[in-house]
T-cell receptor, first 114, second 113 residues
């Protein structure tokens, strides 16, 4: 398998559920990102990991909890979400070097919070 | 402050027409990078081009071309002889430091057969 993969592709969860999104990259990159894409809003950077260390937390509510066990895998743990958290969640990876290099994106997880 | 403006929310063209997507950026930094990405209906953003602030050469790749003008802080993207497969949302992005890339709001392009 190549590129960046994300599972699940679609997720419907209630506000009291706990779920996790998974991202895996097969590109040998060492930087990984979580973005939120809501309708009619620019992409919002949520978290950045560089060599497994979190380097950016863009004021994301604590109901979103990232985990990066190694440079190839990234998780986003979700709990007690709100309906306004419904969005497309995109994972991306890049070579290290901060943001100066292009990012490679997965297909996203379409999350609906009911 | 850094900002990327894509003033065109949606553009609709007929196949084989040329179309230009505008991107205007703001930054006080002298070193920065500009990007274009394509987001087809499948969802993933696909990298198209990266340009650094010291390289104002225009670039052509097949039907795609990019016009970078520092004097007007613009980095416009032209698709020549558009095709239905070009239908997507196109994002312009700016990087000036750290890990944060600033994305524009995107331009949705419809190409009708």
């Amino acid at each position: 398998e190549t590129g960046v993969t994300q599972t699940p592709r679609h997720l419907v969860m209630g506000m009291t559920n706990k779920k996790s999104l998974k991202c895996e990259q097969h590109l040998g990159h060492n930087a990984m990102y979580w973005y939120k894409q809501s309708a009619k809003k620019p992409l919002e950077l949520m978290f950045v990991y560089n060599f497994k260390e979190q380097t950016e937390n863009n004021s994301v509510p604590s109901r979103f909890s990232p985990e990066c066990p190694n440079s190839s895998h990234l998780f986003l743990h979700l709990h007690t979400l709100q309906p306004e958290d419904s969005a497309l969640y995109l994972c991306a990876s890049s070579v290290p070097g901060e943001g100066a290099y292009e990012q490679y994106f997965g297909p996203g997880t379409r999350l609906t919070v009911t | 402050a850094q900002k990327v403006t894509q003033a065109q929310t949606e553009i609709s063209v007929v196949e084989k027409e040329d179309v230009t997507l505008d991107c205007v950026y703001e930054t006080r930094d002298t070193t920065y990078y500009l990007f274009w990405y394509k987001q087809p209906p499948s969802g993933e953003l696909v990298f198209l081009i990266r340009r650094n602030s010291f390289d104002e050469q225009n670039e052509i790749s097949g039907r795609y071309s990019w016009n970078f003008q520092k004097s007007t802080s613009s980095f416009n993207f032209t698709i020549t002889a558009s095709q239905v497969v070009d239908s997507a949302v196109y994002f312009c992005a700016l990087y000036t430091g750290g890990f944060k890339t600033i994305f524009g709001a995107g331009t949705r392009l419809f190409v009708k057969a």
